[in-house]
């Protein structure tokens, strides 16, 4: 009996503590939704990048149908229905998740293995130490990325915004992967004179150092420069579209892409313009033909 009286309990408690959690769970409050729709703004900025410049056709209407739920949910909140602006949030967030996956698996992957693959061989053969330094930590990278994707895979497949974010990690160590594989090819072929560590100075510039500073640049313009001279001499062939992936590396959309973004936007805007009015029409009195007079 004693045993009964303790099972009902724990019962009773456990379903107390159940409903209150279940309830709390699917009533969402505008701080929630306000947090939701700023993270759903960043998951949508970031693959923008990715889908403007690799993206498929079917990548493009992923995207687009991701940004519509998006703006419905952002009109929900205006409005003060929380709920309606939760749903629509989580429709997009499960579009994203989709969206993440097919382009990490379809594209981020194959692209670094192949930009690395590419001038493994000439590195090989070479012996070049800082190259193969380079590609080591590219292949690392990848590898890495790859960890990531399996952990976003294998995640919860209800909380599709922590698997977004395992995505971005594995996204963000892919194209760490791909600027590596472009600093082991540029340094496996360069001339022993363009090595730094091969270079000499005079001994005037060994004493006045401060004379002879070199002027910094950012590594994105150095390295799109120094591309731009191998292909010019013939150094490189350039068969893999490498200043698409240059941009991408560093987050910049191609000039000869457009922000997938801002068409969806376009969409949008004409998409809701279209759409029949339901204002009443006011009946305005007609005009006399006597200028008024009755």
């Known amino acids: 009996m004693l045993i009964t009286k303790k099972l009902k309990i724990f019962i009773i408690v456990s379903l107390t503590l159940f409903l209150g959690l279940h309830s709390y769970a699917i009533v969402p409050d505008q701080t929630m939704i306000e947090r939701a729709l700023k993270d759903n703004r960043y998951f949508l900025d970031f693959i923008n990048v990715a889908v403007s410049n690799f993206g498929t056709r079917k990548q493009e209407k992923l995207f687009g149908s991701a940004n519509r739920t998006n703006f419905n949910a952002h009109r929900f909140f205006l409005r003060s229905n929380f709920s309606k602006a939760y749903k629509e949030i989580r429709a997009s967030h499960e579009t994203l998740r989709d969206l993440y996956n097919d382009i990490l698996n379809n594209r981020f992957h194959i692209d670094a293995q192949y930009l690395l693959d590419m001038s493994a061989p000439v590195i090989i053969q070479s012996r070049d130490k800082l190259a193969e330094r380079y590609l080591r930590l590219g292949y690392r990278d990848l590898e890495v990325s790859k960890q990531f994707y399996k952990v976003a895979l294998n995640y919860n497949r209800f909380l599709f915004s922590n698997k977004i974010h395992f995505y971005i990690d594995s996204i963000k160590r892919a194209r760490r992967a791909k600027r590596f594989a472009f600093y082991a090819l540029i340094e496996s072929k360069k001339s022993l004179s363009e090595k730094k560590r091969f270079q000499t100075q005079t001994l005037n ?45 560093f987050g910049l959309i191609n000039k000869n892409k457009t922000s997938i973004l801002k068409l969806s936007i376009k969409e949008l805007y004409k998409t809701e313009v279209s759409k029949p009015s339901n204002l009443k029409k006011v009946n305005t009195p007609k005009k006399n033909k006597n200028n008024g007079v009755p």
């Open 205 to 249: 510039q060994a004493l006045n150092k401060s004379d002879y500073v070199e002027e910094k640049q950012p590594d994105y313009i150095k390295v799109r420069n120094t591309l731009k001279n191998l292909i010019s001499r013939k150094i490189i062939v350039n068969n893999a579209q490498f200043f698409l992936h240059h941009d991408d590396n």
